[in-house]
Antibody
């Protein structure tokens, strides 16, 4: 199982970024896929969840209306479109796979993360 | 939203000690509680799911338990590689929420 994020960078407030997570080693459509972020020196914050098999989608209130989670089933990619970025969106963004039995069972595989920095 | 109150924020311990970390949910989450370990500069790793089930490959010195809306992670016979930050996560209801973390540091 491998997950690898890319697409992070330094942007100004109000700008956009698209994060990607390439996955391999498992059936992409069988797992809830997630984005979790961690601001520098802070704790973990769940951001969004997508089930590629049935397209169920959930967002944290802090990003709803600004971020969009999506997936490419054929290529086994998970995406997170970040629009209207704010300074407090600055964080390492992790792609995480939920346990095969469902999101209730936790996130059992994580990527190394990609850093998003929002600053004027 | 379900709030997860994790305590303590810091634990100072020695190799061989038993360490106990607690998370309290603001409302019932049945058994849907996961524990993670995170080392500096690394992503979290899943230790325990469904309150007390040990993730494959995790040493048996880690255990989880539940009492009402209180959940406990216990590390028996603390090893050098266990110094890290630990997080709980309620996985019952969206939005999924994490506890604030517990930093287990060397005394």
């Amino acid at each position: 199982v491998q997950l690898m994020e890319s697409g992070g960078g330094l942007v100004k407030p109000g700008e956009s970024l698209r994060l990607s997570c390439v996955t391999s080693g498992f059936t992409f459509t069988s797992h809830y896929m997630n984005w979790v972020r961690q601001a520098p020196g802070k704790g973990l914050e769940w951001v969004a969840t997508l089930h590629p098999g049935n397209n169920y989608i959930f967002y944290a209130d802090s990003v709803k209306g600004r971020f969009t989670i999506s997936g490419d089933i054929a290529a086994k990619y998970l995406f997170l479109q970040l629009d209207s970025l704010r300074v407090d969106d600055s964080a390492v963004y992790y792609c995480a796979r939920a346990h095969l039995s469902g999101y209730n069972f936790g996130f059992d595989s994580w990527g190394q993360g990609t850093l998003v920095a929002v600053s004027s | 939203d379900i709030q997860m109150t994790q305590s303590p924020s810091f634990v100072s311990a020695s190799v061989g000690d038993r360490v106990t970390i607690t998370c309290r949910a603001s409302q019932g989450i049945t058994n849907w509680l996961a524990w993670y370990q995170q080392k500096p500069g690394k992503p979290p790793t899943l230790l325990i799911y469904a309150a007390s089930s040990l993730q494959s490959g995790v040493p048996s010195r880690f255990s989880g338990s539940k009492s009402g809306t209180d959940f406990t992670l216990t590390i028996n016979n603390l090893q050098p590689e266990d110094f890290a930050t630990y997080y709980c996560q309620q996985a019952n209801t969206f939005p999924l929420t994490f506890g604030g973390g517990t930093n287990v540091e060397s005394k």
